[in-house]
């Protein structure tokens, strides 16, 4: 069963830092495209930052300079350091993976971040 587990969120000021991980098992996690998602009450599941099998990254506009994601295939872990966080930043953050060569969606629960004074 492939389970991935979503870490790090929380309470955070404007301006601070925070870094999520994600725990990823029953699967191949090297042969899997990893992102981070996130969303809001109201609106639809937003794409924040997408790395490949071979680390080309890709991000949201609104994220760039911002954000980091990195993978580690020996810890099977998934990151999103993020820095410089603004209110418009609070949201659900979930975790995505999917293998390559397939159509198959590994979601994890979704981690809370609120960024606020």
């Known amino acids: 069963q492939v389970q991935l587990v979503e870490s790090g969120g929380g309470l955070v000021q404007p301006g601070g830092s925070l870094r999520l991980s994600c725990a990823v098992s029953?699967?191949?996690?090297?042969?899997?495209?990893m992102a981070w998602y996130r969303q809001t009450p109201g609106k639809e599941r937003e794409l924040v930052a997408l790395?490949?099998?071979?680390?080309?990254?890709h991000y949201a506009d609104s994220v760039k300079g911002r954000f980091t994601i990195s993978r580690d295939n020996a810890k099977n872990t998934l990151y999103l350091q993020m820095n410089s966080l603004k209110p418009e930043d609070t949201a659900i953050f979930y975790c995505?993976?999917?293998?390559?060569?397939?159509?198959?969606?590994?979601w994890g629960q979704g981690t809370q971040v609120t960024v606020s004074s």
């Open positions: 995505h993976g999917r293998p390559l060569g397939t159509l198959l969606d590994y």
């Open positions: 029953g699967t191949v996690f090297r042969i899997n495209d």
């Open positions: 790395i490949t099998t071979g680390s080309e990254t």
